[in-house]
């Protein structure tokens, strides 16, 4: 999709206005992405927020700045998408966690919690310190928490905590008054406090680096007991479309080892999805020397362990958006933690 498609409504846009409007899209999408869950629905939300904007560019007085102004209308588009769908989940919201002769249950792609590429939410001129809180707010597990509160009161938290909306201007926004944002606010953080865990650290120890090329490593030479040795002892492993998710390292070698020892000879290639590392994960084919996509792998790193494994089995839908190439060749390279990290 294009910045900005072309529309009857742009014509009387500047260049100037048109360039403002395409700075802050990374900041638009990775909202969107927090109230929705999904990148193609935000992807659709920013679209309809940049239509909207340049039909009320008259309305436009410069009281606030453009990027709030924008979020504004974000906000309302985001509201008006969720009023029509079911919230987003991952497999461990759905049900308690299965073994080895679990039941492979495949669910509908509307109800997943889907990953995001860095690259689309990251805005090139973000400083450290503003990349590191991005990371942050977009973090699997803390996207997943907000799918728990109810949208307006979602709404009141992101427009708040994230975008800077004072509570007068977020009540304004929501129809409705201040005293009420400051109860939603009171609820949506005691509901975070129960779902979401403590922040990861800004940036990247040395010990989380080597965890992540120690994992890289492991897999490729499909070593399970040296694998298993990264999770934590609670650590969980999901493979959506599949409402099948394991616990614990036991369980997880053994399924890497029984029913998903087709992964064997896997090998990787590095990238970034929701402020974390993450491979894109190429089985050998039936053609000598080539890989097929299987899967997205994102790892959720703790301070001295890994602490989850979510495996996205719809390469189709998620590898072009990554950047991830259609398949592999065997011109062995080393696994490289990306230099963002490092």
């Not at 708040?160 to 005293?179: C, D, I």
């Not at 959506?240 to 990787?268: K, V």
């Not at 994960?281 to 301070?303: M, S």
Request: proline residues 9%.
């Amino acid at each position: 999709m294009s910045p900005i498609d072309p529309s009857p409504h742009a014509r009387g846009a500047s260049p100037s206005f048109e360039a403002a409007l395409n700075e802050e899209r990374p900041r638009l999408l990775a909202h969107c992405y927090r109230m929705l869950g999904s990148l193609p629905d935000a992807d659709d939300a920013v679209q309809e927020t940049l239509l909207r904007a340049h039909r009320r560019l008259d309305s436009f007085e410069g009281r606030s700045s453009l990027g709030t102004w924008l979020h504004g209308i974000a906000t309302r588009v985001c509201l008006d998408m969720l009023a029509e769908r079911k919230r987003r989940e991952r497999a461990m919201d759905m049900g308690p966690a299965g073994d080895t002769e679990s039941p492979l249950v495949e669910v509908a792609a509307e109800r997943w919690l889907e990953p995001i590429p860095d690259a689309l939410v990251l805005p090139a001129a973000a400083g450290p310190e503003a990349r590191a809180e991005i990371r942050q707010r977009i973090r699997l597990a803390y996207v997943a928490a907000l799918q728990h509160l109810p949208p307006r009161q979602r709404a009141a938290l992101l427009l708040t905590e994230v975008v800077g909306f004072s509570a007068a201007e977020t009540a304004e926004l929501l129809e409705t008054t201040v005293p009420a944002i400051h109860s939603a606010l009171q609820r949506a953080r005691a509901t975070l406090a129960r779902r979401a865990p403590s922040p990861a650290p800004a940036e990247r120890t040395e010990e989380q680096l080597r965890l992540v090329e120690r994992f890289a490593d492991a897999f490729e030479r499909y070593d399970m007991e040296a694998l298993t040795a990264l999770l934590r002892e609670d650590a969980t492993m999901s493979m959506p479309p599949y409402a099948l998710w394991l616990r614990g390292p036991r369980d997880i070698a053994a399924w890497m080892t029984g029913r998903g020892a087709a992964c064997r000879g896997s090998r990787l290639v590095p990238t970034r999805a929701n402020g974390a590392p993450a491979f894109g994960q190429y089985k050998p084919g039936p053609e000598p020397g080539r890989y097929e996509p299987w899967a997205l792998v994102v790892l959720e790193v703790g301070e001295s362990a890994i602490e989850g494994l979510t495996f996205y089995l719809d390469t189709a839908r998620f590898f072009p958006r990554f950047g991830l190439p259609a398949h592999l060749r065997d011109d062995r390279r080393p696994i490289a933690v990306p230099k963002e990290d490092r």
